[in-house]
């Protein structure tokens, strides 16, 4: 296995029935595995996590949080960047999203990328979601690329098992996951160089 392989965890933000944001995580997770990252795939339908009540860093003996929380908060601090795979409910971010989020404080996500992926059956392609999540994810300290990559008419863009039906899908994930890339690796190297800020 190679060193230089990012690690990347994928954030799916809907648990809605016959939701259209999982065919968008799979098509992003057989990209990325595609193009040699190492990928974590967080569904909150499969965590099933309550509404946030306590996040993780609220117990003062983590031993005692959900065993589920545990293992999340491994593999979200163990990672080098995210991408965050966004629906638009009522113009805004899909509260599960915000929910699995929520559950893991800012030092699991510092000084590492996330890139936004954002889509809508119709024309917009969820970009006022994603203009909400920006801050979300620069608070957490996850600060996303510049490039968002945007699926309107996501049900005739890729079909239920992550199979794109265009073109533009690979091009699209490639912007956004070239602007990940080197970010990841200049922050990787710079944690490993110099750590962290205290």
Not at 79 to 97: K, M, R
Not at 177 to 195: C, F, P, T
């Amino acid at each position: 296995m190679s060193a230089n392989k990012l690690k990347v965890v994928i954030f799916l933000g809907t648990v809605r029935e016959n939701r259209l944001g999982e065919r968008v995580a799979l098509f992003m997770k057989n990209y990325l595995e595609d193009t040699d990252h190492l990928v974590e795939y967080l569904d909150p339908k499969e965590l099933d996590l309550p509404l946030l009540t306590n996040p993780l860093h609220f117990y003062k003996d983590k031993t005692t949080a959900p065993v589920v929380l545990r293992e999340t908060d491994v593999k979200v601090r163990a990672a080098d960047a995210f991408v965050i795979v966004t629906g638009e409910y009522n113009h805004s971010i899909p509260p599960a999203l915000s929910n699995l989020l929520d559950y893991f404080g800012s030092t699991a996500y510092s000084w590492k990328p996330s890139g936004i992926v954002c889509y809508s059956p119709g024309q917009y392609g969820g970009m006022r979601a994603a203009m909400q999540l920006r801050p979300l994810l620069a608070e957490l300290g996850t600060l996303s690329v510049s490039n968002i990559f945007g699926v309107p008419q996501v049900d005739k863009s890729i079909d239920p098992d992550g199979t794109p039906l265009n073109d533009r899908m690979e091009r699209g994930a490639k912007r956004m996951i070239d602007q990940l890339d080197w970010h990841a690796h200049a922050m990787k190297n710079h944690r490993e160089k110099y750590g962290t800020p205290s």
